[in-house]
């Protein structure tokens, strides 16, 4: 039987929603943190693991693990695109490159809409909503996200509503790290044929034929690297636990950012509608008219290998 608790912390950005059953599988979800899950089990085994300190003062180990990405994900070059004959400028956030990144709702706070309670799964919702002073993006949002925990799976669905008058251009992506006791003697497979090539600024250039190995062991490997996929499978075995990544999206080429932070406990995998920096080069960007809704959902399912 699963059930749905609530954690008030002193800091209110550690507030959190816990969706959890008896069999130790339990999503941790905090609404001021652009209602992201920092923590998620599969039968007591960690699967992402993001939140470290003590009780009193926990501390992010990755500041935007499992950042929901909209209405760009990733980085769009210098904060600056066109869109039908009009320029504009992105708040640029990572300043060390000069660019925007990661969009505009990864660190927002999101209101509780509702829950579901089964014997067998439980689901939760979080709304934001997005008026249309943004710097840069002058476009009224609605985004709603769906969690739905099952016994051995975790799915998220992203429904993004254009609530203005006027069209606009996006991509949605999801950042989630997951976490291995080992990662060199984890290994990751997935379909994959072509490779983004990007400056040293990471603003992609072109695009390499290049085969994915599979499965490709992820010892001394080093990744912040966009893929264009063949299938929407993605395939993630460590020492404790295989997974699988389901992508449901509208897109006939889905896209994968990869990413390897330098504490090497983790490895993000981050499903994407389009590449980096799509405002400008257009590579999977989509445009959602006024009144319309566009919607994706990513599935995880995972077990231990013990």
């Known amino acids: 039987m699963f059930q749905i608790s609530f954690i008030e912390h002193r800091n209110a950005s550690f ?4 969706v959890s059953n008896n069999t130790g599988t339990k999503a941790a979800i905090y609404p001021n943190l652009g209602a992201s899950i920092q923590q998620f089990y599969v039968n007591e085994q960690l699967i992402i693991n993001n939140i470290i300190g003590s009780l009193e003062t926990p501390k992010l180990l990755n500041s935007s693990c499992s950042a929901v990405l909209f209405p ?19 708040n640029c956030n990572e300043t060390s490159r000069g660019h925007a990144m990661h969009g505009l709702v990864y660190r927002q706070s999101f209101d509780f809409l509702d829950s579901t309670i089964q014997a067998e799964a439980a689901s939760i919702r979080f709304v934001y909503e997005q008026d249309d002073q943004a710097a840069g993006f002058p476009f009224p949002f609605k985004t709603i996200l769906t969690y739905t925990l099952k016994k051995e799976s975790l799915s998220l669905e992203v429904s993004v509503e254009n609530t203005g008058a006027h069209s606009f251009p996006f991509s949605l992506g999801w950042h989630p790290y997951f976490y291995s006791t080992n990662l060199d003697e984890s290994t990751l497979s997935m379909q994959s044929q072509e490779e983004i090539q990007v400056d040293k600024t990471m603003i992609p250039i072109g695009i390499e034929n290049k085969n994915f190995p599979n499965p490709l062991q992820l010892k001394e490997e080093q990744f912040d690297t966009g893929f264009i996929l063949a299938s929407p499978e993605i395939y993630y075995k460590t020492p404790d636990y295989q997974l699988k990544m389901h992508i ?3 897109m006939s080429k889905p896209y994968v950012q990869l990413y390897i932070p330098s504490h090497r406990q983790s490895i993000a995998i981050e499903p994407m509608t389009a590449a980096t920096d799509c405002y400008n080069n257009n590579w999977g960007t989509r445009t959602l008219l006024p009144q319309k809704t566009y919607s994706a959902i990513w599935k995880i399912e995972a077990r231990t290998t013990l």
Do not use: D, P, W
């Open 15 to 18: 507030s959190h929603y816990v």
């Open 248 to 250: 449901e999206q509208e």
């Open 72 to 90: 760009f994900a990733n980085r769009i070059n210098k904060g600056q695109y066109n869109y039908q004959g009009t320029a504009y400028q992105l």
